[in-house]
């Protein structure tokens, strides 16, 4: 049975840096997405970023140029390094990962999420 299990969130004051990883657990295979989705109350949920298991990676142009994305391919890990926090940040970020199989069928799996606050 998979899990992503998330860590690195907590309170951070504007233009500081938060680093979140999520480790998937029970796993015996990879995923050719893994990424990042916050939700802020009486929002929807957002993607945002994403990256696929040969680097290639995508970003909200609300993060762009503040946030980047990686991923351990062999430790089945994947991050989000934020730098320069807004307020507008502020939102429980969830990791998600996908995995395609040999019928071309995609398999979509998530984490219980974690809270971030940007506020002075």
């Known amino acids: 049975q998979v899990q992503l299990v998330e860590s690195g969130g907590g309170l951070v004051q504007p233009g500081g840096s938060l680093r979140l990883s999520c480790a998937a657990s029970g796993s015996i295979f990879s995923f050719n997405n893994m990424g990042w989705y916050r939700q802020a109350p009486g929002r929807q949920r957002e993607l945002v970023a994403v990256i696929s298991t040969g680097g290639t990676a995508n970003y909200a142009d609300s993060v762009k140029g503040r946030f980047a994305i990686s991923r351990d391919n062999a430790k089945n890990t994947v991050f989000l390094q934020m730098n320069s926090l807004k307020p507008e940040d502020t939102a429980v970020y969830y990791c998600?990962?996908?995995?395609?199989?040999?019928?071309?069928?995609?398999?979509?799996?998530w984490g219980q999420g974690t809270q971030v606050t940007v506020s002075s």
């Open positions: 998600n990962a996908k995995r395609r199989d040999d019928y071309l069928m995609w398999y979509d799996y």
